[in-house]
């Protein structure tokens, strides 16, 4: 009997990773063939291809992330030669074993049909928040899927551990973390903070996990996992910025790794999150989440929101006053806040729509959160082994607080947390699984789980089947060919300027001239295949705008004479390098008009390409001109 169901379980197990390898093929031919396949619109790519030329990483190029990932690329362009096909091509490999790693996890809490589910929908699913495949193939950096990975196969070797307490999987886990260090900020604290938080409880508390008789053995044991976890994730650490500091030195690598987001935007001024825009967001957030309790109150007890109608109707209107009033006030006191932000205001809206629906199920983590901390308390107080089910809850918990701890401290990123938390279907069932049973304890309330699984598997398959159609249907305009001498492209005809520019880079240039780009497009660097005299490939406010830059990006530009200065229309004529964070992009402009001055000085405008969106392209002064 026992062979008979674990045979069942197998099938079940197999079915399951057909259906997601199916699915991973099925978006492959919707998608990503016919996407403008580039990260940071080809900032991954440009710093791998001059990494393989022979540039030193941090010394003669700005990188904000990990080396690890550049390291990864750079080998399959010296195996494979440096195209743009190969970036995608990685990324879906990276997608499909985050795929399989989080049903993986899944499965150690879930039955097979809801880690399918819960995985399927989480990967395929991704319209407007930038999870799923599209966070793979389109991340907004290429240091993000392998991070997420890394991240994933860190919880599914935590799990493994717990259940069996072999000290092998310590040592995957230690590997894991020492390559997300060497990755991306997000996925280093998140590792960390993760199995540091585990192993550190099993030193304290050894009683836990009842793994030996005797105190003093348990906690013996627990160091030493501990010390394994450690030394294993400090071996890849040393080594990879060993050798980034031999290359670079020190100054460079920490110039790097410190350079964005965190001076220029997060900590700008007081309070801790920015400006007025990003107290908007919070408030108006927590009404949202207000509203999605109401919600939630309304579909479990009927009866009991009827009978308390006046406090629900008072806190029904109090959210929609959280939600609305905010953003009044900012379109009165800050209206050029608001006509930056404007630009984007139908996909906010969208987005916030999805946000709303999602509301109640980070209440359902709390609550979820609630009892496991609970349970772990009363454990401890009478020295009972916890288990490892339990233990593996707190791991996925503990992983996804983290993983998003960047988006708690910068909520005005349209980014959510999809884009590194691919767990979070996961903790929702879970979280449904546990709920009844809090509502009965603490609200005596009666519902049927298997009604909040229908309610959630339900909204799942609509995230997902609705997300898979939107995704579709917006990649697929990207319909217009590109030949560059780096492989094929294809981008929409909205970007028609793009196309025209780089035509006429390749044209106007010979593949060893130097070309500057003062914007947000190293692609036109990678695609030409020109060369790019400066550290800098990828200019905006917190990255190579400081007045040290601009001067060391002047004594570059005498030293190599670029052939041709591209300048985006929208940073010429509205002299801001950012269009959402206006004060930062305006700070980030001044600090260039050491730059802008000996463009003007040293050259002449030979094309305007395209309208608002366009560029302009300045060629020295003396030569033949084309202006358009």
């Known amino acids: ?7 069942r379980l197998l099938r079940a197990d197999v079915l399951a990773v057909l259906v997601l390898l199916s699915l991973s093929a099925l978006y492959v031919w919707l998608t ?25 990483l941090y010394r003669d190029i700005v990188w904000d992330y990990g080396p690890l990932p550049v390291y990864v690329l750079g080998l399959l362009y010296r195996l494979l ?19 399989l790693l989080t049903y993986r996890a899944a499965r150690s809490l879930l039955s097979a049909p809801l880690a399918l589910l819960s995985t ?7 319209w407007l928040t930038g999870g799923g495949y599209v966070s793979y193939i389109q991340a907004y950096t290429g240091a993000l899927p392998l991070g997420a990975v890394l991240g994933l196969v860190l919880v599914v070797s935590l799990i493994s551990y717990l259940q069996g307490r072999r000290a092998r999987w310590l040592v995957v886990a230690g590997l894991a973390t020492g390559g997300a260090c060497l990755t991306k900020l997000e996925f280093a604290l998140a590792c960390a903070g993760t199995g540091l938080l585990l192993l550190s409880w099993i030193v304290i508390f050894p009683a836990s996990l009842g793994a030996c008789r005797h105190q003093v053995t348990r906690r013996r044991q627990a160091v030493r996992e501990l010390v394994i976890y450690v030394v294993s994730a400090a071996i890849p650490i040393g080594i990879g910025y060993g050798v980034s500091i031999y290359q670079a030195g020190w100054s460079h690598v920490w110039a790097g790794l410190s350079g964005y987001d965190f001076a220029p935007i997060i900590l700008q001024t007081t309070p801790p999150w920015g400006r007025l825009h990003s107290w908007v967001y919070i408030f108006s957030g927590l009404g949202l989440h207000l509203l999605g309790g109401l919600v939630l109150a309304a579909i479990l007890a009927p009866t009991r929101v009827r009978k308390n109608c006046r406090p629900v109707v008072l806190l029904a209107i109090l959210g929609v006053f959280m939600v609305l009033v905010p953003w009044y006030v900012l379109a009165v006191l800050k209206p050029e806040i608001w006509s930056a932000i404007s630009t984007t205001s139908r996909l906010m809206l969208v987005a916030t729509a999805v946000h709303i629906a999602w509301a109640p ?9 609630v009892v496991l901390g609970t349970r772990l308390a009363r454990a401890n107080q009478q020295r009972q082994a916890l288990d490892w089910a339990e233990m593996s809850v707190v791991v996925l918990l503990a992983y996804s607080i983290l993983v998003s701890a960047r988006f708690y401290f910068y909520p005005t990123n349209g980014i959510t947390f999809q884009q590194t938390d691919m767990l979070f279907p996961v903790l929702i069932f879970t979280a ?40 579709v249907v917006q990649l697929a305009r990207q319909n217009v060919e590109l030949v560059t001498p780096r492989g094929v492209v294809r981008i929409g005809t909205g970007d028609q300027a793009r196309a025209e520019t780089l035509s006429h880079i390749m044209t106007q240039t010979e593949p060893a001239d130097f070309i500057v780009v003062l914007s947000f497009d190293p692609g036109f660097y990678f695609l030409s295949g020109r060369r790019n005299p400066l550290r800098q490939d990828m200019i905006i406010a917190g990255i190579g705008s400081s007045p040290a830059d601009a001067r060391e990006m002047v004594e570059r530009m005498e030293t190599h004479r670029p052939r041709l200065v591209i300048v985006p229309r929208r940073v010429q004529e509205t002299e801001t390098l950012i269009a959402h964070e ?34 302009v392209i300045y060629e020295p002064r003396g030569s033949a001109v084309n202006l358009k």
């Open 361 to 369: 199920v980070a209440l359902w983590a709390l609550a979820l959160f």
């Open 582 to 615: 206006p004060h930062a992009g305006r700070e980030g402009y001044q600090n260039l008009q050491p730059v802008w001055q000996y463009v003007q000085e040293h050259y002449q405008v030979s094309a305007r390409i395209g309208g608002e969106t366009g560029y």
């Open 1 to 7: 009997m026992e062979k008979h169901m674990q045979s």
């Open 32 to 56: 990503w063939i016919r996407v403008y396949p580039f990260t940071d619109p080809g900032w991954y790519m440009q710093v791998t291809a001059r990494t393989v030329a022979g540039d030193v």
């Open 120 to 126: 399927g929908a989480v990967f395929v699913g991704s």
């Open 432 to 471: 449904t699984g546990l709920l009844p049973r809090v509502l009965d304890r603490y609200g005596n309330i009666d519902v049927p789980s298997s009604l909040l699984m229908m309610i959630v598997a339900g909204l799942l398959l609509i995230y997902g089947t609705v997300g898979l159609g939107l995704d």
């Open 81 to 99: 030669g440096v195209n743009v096909i190969l970036l995608p091509l990685l990324q879906q490999a990276l997608a499909v074993l985050a795929c």
